[in-house]
């Protein structure tokens, strides 16, 4: 029987679990920082943040999530920092009156990869041929449509080739998730799609380096990817913690720092290139 | 489907090892869910007993909505939940997002609907006759509830089982008030999430079936209470 006895067992149970919970949560100096998809999945963060921790002191978390969100977490005073990749929507959140200080800290670009048959012939081409002929085949592109950095640049590209956003087309499919997902429709429907390098190497990783989808399009400058570190403005968001997230800015922007980006390799190639200002 | 069967595989490794990100996943996960169902008991079930036993006028129309609220989608309790305690938010001062507090406000939200309902139900079902006989003893209503509560205990039971399982499953409250931050606010489910989005699909299979193990131990250990 359920008796009462064994009823206040169970909630003396609860409530060690409850304090347990309570006990374990720390203090000291801390940062709270929102950044993409990228720098985190690629494990680029696993493998950096231990060392500015022990070095500066200061317990550094993050949330991985697009651009467009990390934006809108700074300018809710959510987070103390941001690590993101969207240049002009960077300036604009500093003219806004929501960022103060932006750092580019790193880059890779952006590459259009697809099935190693290529159905629509855009190997070798420049960028705004390769979507032209992707939109007059047809063929399948997969896009983030989730408005994080990667997905604002393609836009982008699709504006630069003089294309209209394919939103309504039947061949233009939209995700709404982060980059390796995306790549792994994109392998599923056999269509094209376009990502950071960085990520694309995580996939090759992932797939043994057999990786059915290939780098078709590259080296375009309009491609190039760049990271950068935004504080928030204290004027808008009084509570967040500038100072350390001024700290953490110029630690990623030091010598030490960019030399671990820069060894950061998967498949023996470079994720991001390290270029501070 | 090769990662199904690797996935297996890998969920039973990750049990049996010591791997520090798994542990304090499931460490965030039982943390709000415990936390998230004893508030939602302490209040859901005075809630549902008022709503059982006795009428008012607009009863039927109260339990339409607490039925309805059955449906909420957990990504809209997030975004109501991170309205409330985001730092430009009314209770943006104590510091709750991001913090498996913050996430455990979220599913007592999203728990209290189904313990209250389960519970007007059970007690809408108790023979007329029990209430009576209480009335006729003499009882107290500080008795009647006790008594009436305690008559359907295993009714309540069930009801907490329900909202347990929901609150253990989310995946939209967890992301959007927790953050998924590794070693603090990621719990099982946006850890299986995270690794899907990943295309780590084996992780996400191993992950499975750690939460699966968690419900289960949750379950033997109930059906200890039930027994003689």
Same mark, same amino acid.
């Given at each position: 029987?359920?008796?009462?006895?064994?009823?206040?067992?169970?909630?003396?149970?609860?409530?060690?679990?409850?304090?347990?919970?309570?006990?374990?949560?720390?203090?000291?100096?801390?940062?709270?920082?929102?950044?993409?998809?990228?720098?985190?999945?690629?494990?680029?963060?696993?493998?950096?943040?231990?060392?500015?921790?022990?070095?500066?002191?200061?317990?550094?978390?993050?949330?991985?999530?697009?651009?467009?969100?990390?934006?809108?977490?700074?300018?809710?005073?959510?987070?103390?920092?941001?690590?993101? %990749?969207?240049?002009?929507?960077?300036?604009?959140?500093?003219?806004?009156?929501?960022?103060?200080?932006?750092?580019?800290?790193?880059?890779?670009?952006?590459?259009?990869?697809?099935?190693? @048959?290529d159905p629509a012939g855009i190997?070798?081409?420049?960028?705004s041929a390769a979507l032209t002929?992707?939109?007059?085949?047809?063929?399948?592109?997969?896009?983030?449509?989730?408005?994080?950095?990667?997905?604002?640049?393609?836009?982008?590209?699709?504006?630069?080739?003089?294309?209209? =956003?394919?939103? +309504?087309?039947?061949?233009?499919?939209?995700?709404?998730?982060?980059?390796? @997902?995306?790549?792994?429709?994109?392998?599923?429907?056999?269509?094209?799609?376009?990502?950071?390098?960085?990520?694309?190497?995580?996939? +090759?990783d992932q797939q043994g380096g %057999?990786?059915?989808?290939?780098?078709?399009?590259?080296?375009?400058?309009?491609?190039?990817?760049?990271?950068?570190?935004?504080?928030?403005?204290?004027?808008?968001?009084?509570?967040?913690?500038?100072?350390?997230?001024?700290?953490?800015?110029?630690?990623?922007?030091?010598?030490?720092?960019?030399?671990?980006?820069?060894?950061?390799?998967? =498949?023996? +190639?470079?994720?991001?290139?390290?270029?501070?200002? | 489907?090769?990662?199904?069967?690797?996935?297996? &595989?890998?969920? =039973?490794?990750?049990?049996?090892?010591?791997?520090?990100?798994?542990?304090?996943?499931?460490?965030?996960?039982? +943390? @709000?869910? $415990?936390?998230?169902?004893?508030?939602?008991?302490?209040?859901?079930?005075?809630?549902?007993?008022?709503?059982?036993?006795?009428?008012?006028?607009?009863?039927?129309?109260?339990?339409?909505?607490?039925?309805?609220?059955?449906?909420?989608? $957990? &990504?809209?309790?997030?975004?109501?939940?991170?309205?409330?305690?985001?730092?430009?938010?009314?209770?943006?001062?104590?510091?709750?997002?991001?913090?498996?507090?913050?996430?455990?406000?979220?599913?007592?939200?999203?728990?209290?609907?189904?313990?209250?309902?389960?519970?007007?139900?059970?007690?809408?079902?108790?023979?007329?006759?029990?209430?009576?006989?209480?009335?006729?003893?003499?009882?107290?209503?500080?008795?009647?509830?006790?008594?009436?509560?305690?008559?359907?205990?295993?009714?309540?039971?069930?009801?907490?089982?329900?909202?347990?399982?929901?609150?253990?499953?989310? &995946?939209?409250?967890?992301?959007?008030?927790?953050?998924?931050?590794?070693?603090?606010?990621?719990?099982?489910?946006?850890?299986?999430?995270?690794?899907?989005?990943?295309?780590?699909?084996?992780?996400?299979?191993?992950?499975?079936?750690?939460?699966?193990?968690? @419900?289960?131990?949750?379950? &033997?250990?109930?059906?200890?209470?039930?027994?003689?």
């Open positions: 029987m359920l008796t009462k006895k064994r009823v206040s067992v169970l909630a003396a149970g609860l409530c060690l679990m409850m304090m347990a919970g309570v006990a374990l949560a720390g203090s000291g100096k801390s940062l709270m920082m929102a950044t993409t998809t990228s720098t985190d999945n690629t494990g680029l963060l696993d493998e950096l943040i231990p060392h500015f921790e022990k070095e500066t002191g200061i317990a550094l978390k993050w949330t991985a999530t697009g651009t467009g969100k990390a934006l809108k977490l700074g300018q809710n005073c959510d987070v103390d920092v941001l690590l993101v %990749h969207a240049p002009p929507a960077e300036k604009a959140y500093i003219k806004n009156g929501f960022g103060k200080d932006r750092r580019q800290i790193m880059y890779n670009d952006f590459v259009i990869i697809g099935p190693k @048959a190997t070798g081409k420049d960028i002929a992707i939109k007059a085949r047809g063929e399948r592109f997969i896009s983030r449509g989730d408005d994080s950095g990667t997905n604002k640049k393609e836009k982008l590209l699709w504006k630069s080739a003089g294309i209209p =956003l394919p939103d +309504q087309e039947a061949w233009y499919v939209q995700t709404g998730q982060g980059m390796l @997902a995306t790549i792994n429709v994109a392998q599923e429907k056999k269509g094209y799609t376009m990502t950071d390098r960085g990520t694309y190497i995580k996939y +090759q %057999h990786a059915p989808l290939t780098v078709l399009v590259e080296g375009d400058a309009i491609l190039l990817n760049q990271y950068a570190v935004l504080t928030l403005d204290p004027k808008n968001c009084p509570h967040a913690k500038y100072e350390l997230a001024k700290t953490f800015s110029d630690w990623m922007a030091s010598d030490s720092a960019q030399k671990k980006i820069s060894e950061f390799r998967l =498949l023996g +190639q470079k994720l991001f290139i390290p270029n501070a200002n | 489907m090769d990662y199904l069967i690797s996935g297996f &595989v890998k969920g =039973l490794g990750l049990l049996i090892s010591k791997d520090a990100s798994t542990w304090s996943a499931v460490g965030a996960t039982l +943390q @709000a869910s $415990t936390a998230s169902m004893a508030v939602s008991l302490a209040a859901g079930l005075p809630c549902g007993f008022l709503l059982g036993y006795y009428d008012f006028p607009w009863k039927r129309a109260l339990r339409t909505v607490v039925d309805t609220l059955l449906a909420l989608p $957990t &990504v809209c309790v997030g975004l109501l939940i991170y309205a409330l305690i985001s730092s430009r938010g009314p209770f943006g001062a104590y510091d709750l997002l991001f913090t498996v507090s913050g996430i455990a406000a979220g599913q007592a939200i999203l728990a209290f609907p189904i313990v209250t309902a389960i519970t007007a139900s059970i007690i809408e079902s108790i023979d007329a006759n029990l209430k009576l006989t209480l009335v006729s003893l003499g009882a107290g209503k500080k008795d009647i509830l006790a008594t009436c509560l305690w008559e359907v205990r295993y009714g309540i039971l069930a009801a907490a089982v329900t909202a347990y399982g929901r609150v253990l499953t989310e &995946v939209g409250i967890s992301m959007m008030v927790g953050g998924n931050i590794k070693y603090h606010t990621r719990t099982i489910t946006t850890a299986i999430a995270l690794e899907t989005n990943k295309g780590m699909f084996a992780d996400g299979i191993a992950l499975g079936l750690v939460l699966m193990t968690i @419900a289960l131990a949750v379950n &033997v250990s109930l059906a200890f209470l039930r027994k003689r």
